[in-house]
């Protein structure tokens, strides 16, 4: 069911709500995915999001972070892909 919910969003740029979606979902489910689309999803809302998008990555997670900031990186979403690269250690885009 949250596959389709987050492709939904993906397709109509619903990041926002999919923020809230996904962090209700994350109360009962622990999957990479939905961790990997929160990530997506705040970086997705800009600058306003990015301090939620680097408490949440200092936390346990289950999200392939490399993959959220190529993700990022892929869709020049900059700062999130730094952030993203900084946390996994992982410089050689933002050279």
């Known amino acids: 069911m949250y596959a389709l919910v987050i492709g939904t969003a ?3 740029d619903c990041y926002e709500e999919l923020v809230q979606y996904l962090l ?3 109360t009962m489910l622990k999957e990479q ?3 990997s689309e929160l990530i997506f999803a705040y970086a ?6 990015l301090p939620e998008l680097e408490q949440f990555i ?18 020049r979403l ?3 892909s730094r952030i993203l690269y900084q946390q996994v250690g992982n ?3 933002l050279a």
């Open 10 to 12: 993906n397709n109509q």
């Open 24 to 26: 209700m979902t994350r």
């Open 33 to 35: 995915m939905v961790d």
């Open 44 to 49: 997705k809302c800009g600058q306003r999001y």
């Open 58 to 75: 200092s936390e346990p997670n289950q999200a392939d972070i490399q993959k959220c900031g190529d993700r990022c990186f892929d869709e």
């Open 78 to 80: 900059y700062e999130a």
């Open 91 to 93: 410089n050689h885009k």
